[in-house]
């Protein structure tokens, strides 16, 4: 055989080996399973049964705490309506959608019917279930009917002026942080209202049938020696 025979024996060999590989590669692709998650078809979901494995499934306790396990079994009679399902070969739809499994009732073919849903709207379940928890606030109002009500926040300086006049004076009274109590921005809002006063600056106090804006000491005086 020559060089040139050699040569091009060699070349015929290459392209048929690389004919090879690419069927190969073809032929895996079009298996339809994917090689990570990253690949899973757009729009699959998590297939969940009893005996899933590797998938995490997070619940919401009834404290409002988010609680993760590694079977549906272990998911407790009271949370199973909406659970968050983690897969490892399935990747959540979108970075604000997750994939969430209904427990309570199980198809046909064995299978529990998943779904998606907003990441905020399954993290407020937990926030809900912990507002419902904390033992109530009293209604923003007056204390007593000689005490005062100071609307304020915890930054202002004049608002523990009005504080510590009142104090000094021996005139009970209650302080809400408007910043933290959005019910009590609104009750202060009501009382500005009702006196035909605007909010300009805290603290808003309600005392003795007045609503006073800001801090002056001359004009609480004037409010004790009045009376009302």
């Not at 709207?121 to 419902?132: N, V």
């Not at 606030?137 to 202002?156: F, L, M, N, R, T």
Request: aromatic share 6%; hydrophobic share 40%; charged share 25%.
């Amino acid at each position: 055989m020559t060089p040139r025979t050699k040569c091009s024996a060699l070349l015929v060999f290459l392209a048929l080996a690389m004919n090879v590989a690419g069927c190969k590669r073809s032929g895996s692709a079009s298996s339809g399973a994917p090689d990570s998650p990253a690949l899973a078809a757009e729009g699959a979901m998590p297939r969940v049964l009893d005996d899933t494995v590797d998938d995490l499934f997070t619940w919401v306790d009834e404290d409002g705490a988010f609680r993760v396990v590694a079977a549906p079994g272990e998911v407790p009679p009271t949370a199973r309506d909406v659970v968050r399902v983690t897969s490892p070969t399935v990747p959540d739809p979108n970075p604000e959608t997750v994939f969430v499994v209904d427990l309570r009732v199980k198809r046909p073919d064995g299978t529990y019917a998943v779904s998606t849903m907003g990441r905020t709207s399954f993290d407020r379940m937990a926030t809900e279930r912990r507002k419902a928890k904390e033992p109530e606030k009293p209604e923003p109002s007056a204390a007593g009917d000689e005490g005062a009500v100071i609307y304020g926040a915890s930054w202002c300086g004049p608002c523990h002026q009005a504080q510590a006049w009142f104090k000094s004076a021996g005139v009970p009274f209650v302080e809400h942080d408007i910043e933290e109590e959005p019910e009590s921005r609104a009750a202060m809002q009501r009382a500005l209202e009702q006196s035909g006063q605007r909010n300009g600056s805290i603290p808003v106090i309600v005392w003795r049938g007045k609503v006073l804006v800001g801090f002056n000491a001359q004009a609480l005086e004037a409010v004790r020696r009045s009376g009302g």
